[in-house]
């Protein structure tokens, strides 16, 4: 599977954006995906998750104010990100796995970390 992450850019703090992330795969279905960020000298870590039979879940830090989502073809991933902070700022990837081994947003998002096909990413700037 090919991922490419679209969406990224400079907004100030409370604005929104919303991410995308392209799927190159003949049937998406066969995947459950997950968004991650990245900042200097630490780990990347797991944002939100959406398993293939469409459950979702996400790290708390950005509960509430994000939102994981997959159009109705699942060729495209999304993250709706909303209420943005300056700590939201990075880089942020999109993820897959495969759902015959992880179906669901919570087992996706323990998985990709170790087993997922990653995008490029794409840079999130949250000025105050």
């Known amino acids: 599977v090919r991922l490419v992450e679209s969406g990224g850019g400079s907004v100030q703090a409370g604005g929104s954006l919303k991410l995308s992330c392209a799927v190159s795969?003949?049937?998406?279905?066969?995947?459950?995906f997950g968004w991650f960020r990245e900042i200097p000298w630490r780990p990347r870590e797991p944002v939100a998750a959406?398993?293939?039979?469409?459950?979702?879940t996400y790290a708390d830090s950005w509960k509430g104010r994000f939102t994981i989502s997959q159009d109705d073809g699942e060729k495209t991933l999304y993250l709706q990100m909303n209420s943005l902070k300056p700590e939201d700022s990075g880089a942020y990837y999109c993820?897959?796995?495969?759902?015959?081994?992880?179906?669901?947003?919570?087992?996706?998002?323990?998985?990709?970390?170790?087993?997922?096909?990653w995008g490029g990413g794409t840079q999130v700037t949250v000025s105050s």
């Open positions: 959406i398993g293939s039979e469409g459950s979702t």
């Open positions: 993820a897959a796995v495969q759902a015959r081994t992880w179906k669901t947003a919570v087992q996706a998002l323990g998985a990709l970390g170790r087993f997922g096909a």
């Open positions: 795969e003949d049937d998406a279905s066969n995947y459950s």
